[in-house]
């Protein structure tokens, strides 16, 4: 299974902070990421697909980036609206996994 | 408006089957796949499996020896069953379309 190393566990940063998120895969997996949100008590919103599409709906703040095993989800300002737990998630191979997620909290 | 709602028992002894439901809304089981993922408490997301539009299905293979999903078309449901649940089994289950719209959830605690 390909392994999905996300970093950091933990984020602290202000309002108005260029804000990014980085997920390592282990193989070569093109640009089959996605990007996720999970607030406490709610569904996972998907973010991100396919690296870099944002997602309708999704505010242009957020965006992502890289292709083979190195990917980026940044916030360009961040609101306090977002804080949460982001992961990424590689569906080029199978099982689809995951990474361990990223809790962002404001400073 | 696509919609995912997980239902199911909150509370299973260990070394009994679970069994959880996924109602599904704004899209066709004929068409689409939904897959069951789980999160353990504090811990990240596992893929389960799956049930393809055409019926079949995937497993992860650390579960397949104990879990089955299936699907009832006519009521746009799907199903998961595992079986010999252990506390470690405790977690919120989630199904989701292929990972674009997920339900809020099932928290599954696996105690006596």
């Known amino acids: 299974d390909i392994q999905m190393t996300q970093s950091p566990s933990f984020l602290s940063a202000s309002v108005g902070d260029r804000v990014t998120i980085n997920c390592k895969a282990s193989?070569?997996?093109?640009?089959?990421l996605n990007w996720y949100q999970q607030k406490l008590g709610e569904a996972p919103k998907l973010l991100i697909y396919n690296a870099n599409s944002l997602q309708t709906g999704i505010p242009s703040r957020f965006s992502g980036s890289g292709s083979g095993t190195d990917f980026t989800l940044t916030i360009s300002s961040l609101q306090p609206e977002d804080v949460a737990t982001y992961f990424c998630l590689q569906h080029n191979s199978w099982p689809p996994t995951f990474g361990a997620g990223t809790k962002l909290e404001l400073k | 408006q696509v919609q995912l709602k997980e239902s199911g028992p909150g509370l299973v002894q260990p070394s009994q089957t679970l069994s959880l439901t996924c109602t599904v809304s704004?899209?066709?089981?004929?068409?689409?796949?939904v897959h069951w993922v789980r999160q353990p408490p504090g811990k990240g997301l596992e893929w389960m499996g799956g049930i393809w539009g055409d019926g079949s299905t995937d497993y992860n293979s650390a579960l397949k020896s104990r879990l089955s999903i299936s699907r009832d078309t006519s009521k746009s449901q799907v199903f998961l069953k595992m079986n010999s649940l252990q506390t470690d089994d405790t977690a919120i289950y989630f199904c989701s379309d292929w990972f674009a719209y997920w339900g809020q959830g099932t928290l599954v605690t696996v105690s006596s």
């Open positions: 704004g899209f066709s089981l004929t068409s689409n796949s």
């Open positions: 193989q070569n997996i093109n640009r089959y």
